[in-house]
């Protein structure tokens, strides 16, 4: 008689991933900034706002997190930033748990323990940095897309272009995330144009908040001339 073979079951893979990054989050709640020098940039840029100016962390700021963590450093210091970092990366995993159990597949457990053994997730599970809010946001995106696309359902569609808006205003390269999420959304749905339209509408909408609230952060637009010129 053969002896079963261990199968990696989804759950088991987002209970080892979890463990991974609690271990490596709890590690690190007290070690104050993370190892990347950005951490130090924004950490001036919430000292600012708190202040009540701005100071973009990096040439095009990261305004969501900037924000965030000047609430969360006037509300408990540091350590209160870190703990948040830790829990936005729990929730990215357990997002991205629901996104591959609703999408299925073969491989959907070797990806979400690769997604949770990633040292990107490690290293920045309770840092100062924005890549544990943005991952939240990308993988609450991911499930609401694959959720909209198998339901159908206008609230989900919604959620998609919020999760898509909200990585575009954390880090401005995410909205590329936030257009490969509607194109997809909006190809699914080619077959009724109307629901199409409609979904590229949401998206829009909401992308247009999020390039507001960079105008909104930099008192307008000029900004980014000085973006291009410290590139040069």
Do not use: H
Not at 37 to 60: F, P, W
Not at 142 to 165: D, E, F, K, P
Request: aromatic share 8%.
């Amino acid at each position: 008689m053969a002896t079963p073979r261990f199968a990696l079951t989804l759950n088991t893979a987002g209970l080892a991933a979890g463990l991974l990054i609690l271990a490596a989050g709890l590690g690190g709640l007290g070690l104050g900034f993370a190892e990347d020098i950005d951490s130090l940039g924004i950490a001036r840029s919430a000292e600012a706002i708190l202040a009540g100016g701005y100071e973009r962390s990096r040439v095009l700021g990261v305004p969501l997190y900037e924000l965030t963590a000047a609430g969360l450093l006037g509300l408990g210091g540091l350590g209160l930033v870190n703990v948040a970092s830790l829990i936005f990366t729990l929730g990215a995993l357990a997002f991205l748990w629901a996104a591959l159990r609703r999408a299925g597949g073969k491989g959907a457990a070797f990806a979400l323990l690769a997604a949770g053994a990633s040292p990107l997730m490690l290293i920045n599970a309770s840092a100062m940095m924005e890549t544990s809010l943005l991952a939240l946001f990308v993988s609450a995106g991911l499930w609401a897309t694959v959720s909209a696309a198998t339901t159908r359902q206008r609230g989900v569609v919604i959620a998609a272009a919020a999760a898509g808006a909200l990585a575009a205003a954390t880090r401005p390269d995410a909205a590329l995330f936030a257009l490969a999420l509607g194109g997809c959304l909006a190809f699914e749905q080619r077959r009724d144009w109307k629901k199409a339209a409609e979904t590229l509408a949401w998206f829009a909408g909401f992308g247009l908040l999020a390039v507001g609230l960079y105008g909104l952060m930099n008192g307008g637009f000029a900004f980014l001339d000085q973006a291009a010129v410290s590139q040069d």
